[in-house]
């Protein structure tokens, strides 16, 4: 019985582990062939010895509890919601480099376990090491090593199909969802506005009436994910539990071309409260990762683009804080061509180019954060700045999250104003290094102007961010940074 299909070129360590166990376990069932039986068979009838028959009852109860072990493994991929493989890597005997091992479990390296029992021998582990991933397989668990092969082996596939790895959060970054009780009266007209979910393809928002919950996908989605899956292998990365997870997914790839089993939610993590790509199966240095929160990253920053968030409900405002109306109440929605998702995409091309095209070294050797820290340094490469009344004076300024955010796009920060300052950062246009900016007619500009520049990787036209006159009420940008 063969679990995966034929496409080479969709194909990634994680879809193909189903297939993986199959040869594997096939590998330990060569023993099981008529001819081999019938050898056994004429063996024991022959054998007077007492410890040969012994000895051989043992490769049977062995055998045979490595043929139980085929079967109950089949069976939970076979229960997974979905295809659970989408082909085999071309190297196939590099899959399987097990399959000269003995049959005896003394001699099994155990790649990996499958319920607590190795996936290649059968044998009961005491001691588990390795990490889940459940997400592919129920109760699926891999050594060190075997992830460290399949990590490589699926580097070398990818990069010669010109692809990298794409991580993607859901809420906010993809999508906003809310519970049906949770709209307000201005929302109500969204209920008779939901699109049929018999095709979800042509439609944006959505009415899950058996999770009493509404979801509103970021415009330009649909595009998005289409062109990106072009240049990267993609994953769902979610704070969420499973099932929402896996609703999402339907909603957003309902041919499962995009993502197929590669839904990871909270319950696949292997930290509290915490994302982490030791339950990805792609190497870090060819690892880009979409989402709203910098702090679900604290390992992973560097391969981190931080999104703007998506609020669409009103629930979602006030989520964060926020004493504003949602776009919903609005009736209103980012722009498709010129929204988060349509400026992101320009940039992973950007990035993608760099690293298949434009770098000398070998491909190999190459490394996606790095492109990613030269690509975000060219944002307000030229730029000087220098902060008004927007830092805690108890603090010191080079710690603070715009000073860091502005030298990460490329622009030099200073707390003294000279000839060489080119922007004056405040939230109040009467502090005296405001007043020097307009009298020598430097760019005076909001926080805003370095915020938008981040999500949106391109500098602001500076009099679209105005300073107000008098302080104004905590920023709405400023309040959602700071909740990152």
């Given at each position: 019985?063969s679990?995966?299909?034929?496409s080479?070129v969709n194909?990634?360590?994680?879809?193909?582990?189903a297939?993986?166990l199959?040869?594997?376990?096939?590998?330990?069932?060569?023993?099981s062939?008529?001819?081999k039986?019938?050898?056994?068979?004429?063996e024991?009838e022959?054998?007077i010895?007492?410890e040969a028959?012994?000895e051989e009852?043992?490769d049977?109860?062995d055998?045979?509890?490595?043929?139980?072990?085929?079967?109950?493994?089949?069976?939970?991929?076979?229960?997974r919601?979905g295809?659970?493989?989408?082909?085999?890597?071309e190297?196939?005997?590099d899959?399987?480099?097990?399959?000269e091992v003995?049959?005896g479990?003394?001699n099994?390296?155990h790649?990996?376990?499958l319920?607590?029992m190795?996936?290649r021998?059968?044998?009961r582990?005491?001691?588990e090491?390795?990490?889940t991933?459940?997400?592919?397989?129920?109760?699926?668990r891999?050594g060190?090593?075997?992830?460290?092969?399949?990590r490589?082996t699926?580097?070398?596939?990818?990069?010669?199909?010109?692809?990298?790895?794409?991580?993607?959060?859901?809420?906010?970054?993809?999508?906003?969802?809310?519970?049906?009780l949770?709209?307000?009266?201005?929302e109500?007209?969204?209920k008779?506005q939901?699109?049929?979910?018999?095709?979800?393809?042509?439609?944006?928002?959505?009415?899950?009436?058996?999770m009493?919950?509404?979801?509103k996908?970021?415009?330009f989605?649909h595009?998005?994910?289409?062109?990106?899956s072009?240049?990267?292998?993609?994953?769902?990365y979610?704070?969420?539990?499973r099932?929402?997870?896996?609703?999402?997914?339907?909603?957003?790839?309902p041919?499962?071309e995009?993502?197929?089993?590669?839904?990871i939610?909270?319950?696949?993590?292997?930290?509290?409260?915490?994302?982490?790509l030791d339950v990805?199966?792609?190497?870090e240095?060819?690892?880009?990762i979409?989402?709203?929160?910098?702090?679900?990253?604290?390992?992973h920053?560097?391969?981190l683009?931080?999104?703007?968030?998506?609020h669409?409900?009103?629930s979602?405002?006030?989520?964060?804080?926020y004493?504003?109306?949602?776009?919903?109440?609005l009736?209103s929605?980012?722009?498709?061509?010129e929204?988060a998702?349509?400026?992101v995409?320009?940039?992973?091309?950007?990035?993608?180019n760099?690293f298949?095209?434009e770098?000398?070294?070998?491909l190999?050797?190459?490394?996606?954060?790095?492109?990613?820290?030269?690509?975000?340094?060219?944002?307000?490469?030229?730029?000087k700045?220098v902060?008004?009344?927007?830092?805690?004076?108890?603090?010191?300024?080079?710690?603070?999250?715009?000073?860091k955010m502005a030298?990460q796009?490329?622009?030099?920060?200073s707390?003294e104003?000279?000839p060489?300052v080119?922007?004056?950062?405040?939230?109040?246009?009467r502090?005296?290094?405001?007043?020097?900016a307009?009298?020598e007619?430097?760019?005076?500009?909001?926080?805003?102007w370095i915020?938008?520049?981040n999500?949106l990787?391109?500098?602001?036209?500076?009099e679209?961010?105005?300073?107000?006159q008098?302080?104004?009420?905590?920023?709405?940008?400023?309040?959602?940074?700071?909740?990152?």
């Open positions: 019985m679990l995966a299909t034929d080479p194909s990634s360590s994680s879809d193909d582990l297939a993986f199959d040869a594997e376990l096939d590998s330990n069932s060569l023993g062939s008529p001819e039986e019938a050898e056994d068979k004429d024991d022959e054998s010895d007492e028959e012994n009852a043992r049977d109860k055998l045979e509890r490595i043929k139980r072990r085929k079967t109950q493994i089949v069976e939970t991929i076979q229960e919601p295809p659970t493989s989408l082909g085999n890597l190297e196939k005997t899959m399987l480099y097990c399959a003995s049959l479990t003394d099994c390296p790649p990996g376990s319920g607590g190795c996936y021998c059968g044998k582990l005491e001691e090491s390795g990490v991933f459940s997400y592919i397989c129920k109760g699926l891999l060190n090593d075997e992830i460290d092969r399949l490589n699926d580097m070398k596939h990818l990069l010669r199909h010109r692809k990298l790895y794409l991580i993607l959060d859901l809420d906010h970054t993809l999508l906003n969802s809310t519970l049906l949770h709209l307000t009266p201005e109500d007209y969204l008779s939901a699109d049929s979910l018999q095709d979800v393809s042509k439609g944006s928002l959505f009415m899950l009436a058996f009493n919950m509404m979801t996908l970021r415009p989605v595009t998005f994910l289409k062109e990106a072009e240049m990267f292998e993609m994953y769902i979610t704070m969420g539990d099932p929402y997870a896996l609703e999402m997914a339907k909603l957003l790839d041919s499962r995009y993502f197929n089993a590669r839904v939610s909270r319950d696949d993590g292997t930290q509290r409260h915490q994302k982490g990805v199966l792609g190497q240095s060819a690892v880009l979409l989402d709203d929160t910098e702090n679900a990253w604290t390992k920053r560097d391969n683009i931080l999104m703007e968030r998506y669409f409900f009103a979602s405002c006030r989520q964060f804080g004493h504003c109306q949602s776009l919903s109440q009736r929605d980012e722009s498709e061509l929204g998702l349509a400026s995409l320009k940039v992973l091309k950007r990035i993608h760099i298949f095209d770098l000398a070294n070998d190999a050797g190459r490394d996606v954060r790095q492109v990613l820290k030269m690509v975000r340094g060219e944002v307000l490469k030229g730029c700045l902060f008004s009344h927007v830092f805690p004076t108890k603090f010191p300024a080079d710690t603070h999250y715009l000073w030298e796009l490329g622009a030099t920060c707390i104003l000279d060489s080119t922007h004056v950062v405040s939230t109040d246009a502090t005296e290094k405001s007043r020097w307009a009298k007619a430097k760019f005076l500009v909001d926080p805003r915020e938008t520049a999500f990787w391109q500098r602001q036209p500076e679209n961010f105005p300073v107000q008098t302080k104004p009420e905590e920023n709405f940008h400023a309040k959602q940074m700071k909740d990152q």
